[in-house]
């Protein structure tokens, strides 16, 4: 066995019934390996099959039979980690699966820590850090929108873009380098205006790519929502309409819902995390008076705001108390039982700038348009899922440290200082966005980055 580079293995389908489970194997010795426990019927060889190569058979234990299998084998470097793999597919079942794992690491290999294929992938050239990344987004796609995302930085669109800007860099750090370093050299003098020009084109192109982190993380994990309004006004039957359940206690009784109440739902293209709330108004009852103050809370610390008011009255101090909450945060204002004879309108609201919709959370009328409105006020009705978009916080982190030496490149520039000094801060800024990509990472960001992958993949 490789002592550097174990041949590892691991389930890589869910434990639980079902169909298939798959056990992958890579490494060095994943085909010698596969090839101790898998015997075909035909007694062929694993070894002597090419890659993209399956072949049909039974797992063994050393002489104890575990099951049937289907072995898929991949030659390097083309397969996902670029090593050798085998992948025997098994029935699906949690002793199954295990039993035919058990006997791949008595036979050999070592078990696969979290993301360690994918790691492998990573440390082989398959894929950079950003790609990396994506296929955990991948897997944890909720909608269409956030997959049509992570399959855009799973084929490399944040790659592209961070290697345009870096290609941009590279340029002027080299004219500088070529000016600084050969005086003597018959080498234009630079151009203050024009080099400055082209900095700032790459401080644009950084701008726009970090200006699509907040929408891409909303898209991605989703925002913590208040519903909120005074009693009675609907909100827990918008709760139970947008959870597709019966998940809050609807009554004609004012402070039936004393508590918050959460559940996550996916709107449109935007995953909720909602929490539907007790009604704001003055109460002597010590149980409501808890709720309201709890409601309180989660309206200061929501970072969407559902405001529910009731079409069929006229705004009370608590409405207007709770439009002037919204005037300076995320929210939508819903303009509920519209069933009703509305004696409400949309003017109060539009006239204060609130995004404000017309429903009925009872018949269910008026839902497209508040998908619409909840996507058009979190940014993501602008969000292009096809292009490049930053997807965790190490990504923004690192192009929001490039933009800054940017910056000081810039300001050095226009405050007269030695073209080292400027150099010093491209330089800078070129090894955030090495790091960005990986191109230039520490094993401990790499470790960070893998350590929230599932085992298996």
Same mark, same amino acid.
Request: charged content about 25%; overall charge negative.
């Given at each position: 066995m =490789?002592?550097?580079?174990?041949?590892?293995?691991?389930?890589?389908?869910?434990m639980?019934?079902?169909?298939?489970?798959v056990?992958?194997?890579?490494?060095?010795?994943a085909i010698e390996i596969?090839? +101790?426990? @898998?015997?075909?019927?035909k007694?062929? %060889?694993?070894?002597?099959? %090419?890659? /993209?190569?399956?072949?049909?058979?039974?797992?063994?234990?050393?002489d104890?039979?575990?099951?049937?299998?289907?072995?898929?084998?991949?030659?390097?470097?083309?397969s996902?980690?670029g090593e050798? *793999?085998?992948e025997?597919?098994?029935h699906?079942?949690? !002793?199954?699966?295990?039993s035919a794992?058990?006997?791949?690491?008595?036979?050999?290999?070592?078990l696969?820590?979290?993301?360690? @294929?994918?790691?492998?992938?990573f440390?082989?050239? %398959?894929?950079d850090?950003?790609?990396?990344?994506a296929?955990?987004?991948l897997?944890?796609?909720?909608?269409?929108?956030?997959?049509k995302?992570?399959?855009?930085?799973?084929?490399?669109? *944040?790659?592209?873009?961070?290697?345009?800007?870096t290609?941009?860099?590279? /340029?002027?750090a080299?004219?500088?380098a070529? /000016?600084?370093?050969y005086?003597?050299e018959d080498?234009?003098?630079?151009?203050?205006?024009?080099f400055?020009?082209?900095l700032?084109?790459?401080k644009?192109?950084?701008?726009r790519?970090?200006?699509? /982190?907040?929408?891409?993380?909303?898209?991605?994990e989703?925002i913590?929502?208040?519903?909120?309004?005074?009693?009675?006004v609907?909100k827990s039957?918008?709760?139970?309409?947008?959870?597709g359940?019966?998940?809050?206690i609807?009554?004609?009784?004012?402070?039936t819902?004393?508590?918050?109440v959460e #559940?996550?739902?996916?709107?449109g293209?935007?995953?909720l995390?909602?929490?539907?709330?007790?009604?704001?108004?003055?109460? #002597?009852?010590?149980?409501? %008076?808890i709720?309201?103050?709890r409601t309180?809370q989660?309206?200061?610390?929501?970072e969407l705001?559902l405001?529910?008011?009731?079409?069929? #009255?006229? &705004?009370? +101090?608590?409405?207007l108390?709770?439009?002037?909450e919204?005037? +300076?945060?995320?929210?939508?204002?819903?303009? =509920?039982?519209t069933?009703?004879?509305?004696?409400l309108g949309?003017?109060?609201?539009?006239?204060?700038g609130?995004?404000?919709?017309?429903?009925?959370?009872?018949?269910?009328?008026?839902?497209?348009?508040?998908?619409k409105?909840?996507e058009?006020?979190?940014?993501?009705?602008k969000l292009?899922?096809?292009?490049?978009?930053?997807?965790s916080?190490?990504?923004?982190?690192?192009?929001?440290?490039?933009?800054?030496? &940017?910056?000081?490149?810039?300001?050095?520039?226009n405050?007269? !200082?030695?073209l080292d000094?400027?150099g010093?801060c491209?330089?800078?800024?070129l090894?955030?966005?090495?790091?960005?990509?990986?191109?230039?990472?520490?094993?401990?960001?790499?470790? #960070?980055?893998f350590?929230? !992958?599932?085992?298996?993949?």
């Open positions: =490789n002592a550097s580079n174990p041949t590892i293995a691991a389930i890589s389908t869910p639980g019934t079902g169909g298939i489970a056990i992958r194997i890579s490494g060095p010795e596969a090839g +101790r426990v @898998f015997r075909s019927p007694s062929k %060889k694993l070894s002597d099959l %090419k890659g /993209y190569t399956a072949l049909y058979g039974h797992i063994f234990d050393k104890r039979l575990v099951d049937e299998a289907v072995a898929l084998v991949f030659r390097a470097p083309n996902y980690t050798d *793999v085998v025997l597919s098994v699906g079942g949690v !002793f199954v699966a295990k794992l058990r006997a791949v690491l008595s036979a050999g290999a070592s696969a820590g979290p993301g360690e @294929f994918t790691r492998r992938a440390e082989n050239g %398959k894929l850090l950003t790609q990396a990344e296929v955990m987004q897997i944890s796609a909720a909608g269409e929108q956030e997959l995302a992570s399959l855009s930085a799973r084929e490399g669109k *944040v790659s592209q873009k961070i290697d345009e800007l290609n941009k860099l590279l /340029y002027y080299a004219e500088l070529a /000016y600084s370093d005086p003597d080498i234009p003098e630079l151009e203050a205006g024009s400055t020009q082209g700032l084109s790459v644009e192109g950084l701008q790519l970090l200006s699509t /982190y907040d929408a891409g993380r909303i898209l991605r989703g913590d929502t208040a519903i909120v309004g005074r009693p009675n609907g039957t918008l709760m139970n309409l947008l959870s359940c019966q998940r809050s609807v009554t004609p009784i004012p402070g819902t004393r508590d918050v #559940e996550t739902v996916v709107l293209s935007v995953k995390r909602l929490a539907d709330t007790a009604g704001l108004r003055e109460s #002597e009852d010590i149980v409501e %008076k709720g309201v103050e309180r989660r309206l200061e610390s929501a705001i405001a529910v008011f009731d079409a069929s #009255e006229a &705004l009370n +101090r608590q409405d108390e709770l439009i002037n919204c005037k +300076r945060r995320p929210s939508v204002a819903i303009i =509920n039982k069933d009703l004879p509305n004696k949309r003017h109060p609201f539009e006239e204060a609130i995004t404000v919709v017309e429903i009925s959370a009872k018949t269910g009328s008026g839902l497209e348009e508040l998908i409105a909840v058009q006020v979190t940014g993501i009705a292009d899922t096809s292009s490049a978009i930053l997807g916080e190490r990504q923004r982190a690192c192009a929001d440290r490039a933009l800054k030496h &940017l910056i000081d490149a810039i300001d050095t520039i405050m007269g !200082f030695t000094a400027v010093v491209i330089d800078s800024a090894a955030e966005l090495y790091s960005l990509t990986g191109k230039r990472v520490t094993n401990e960001v790499v470790d #960070e980055v350590r929230r !992958f599932c085992v298996g993949k």
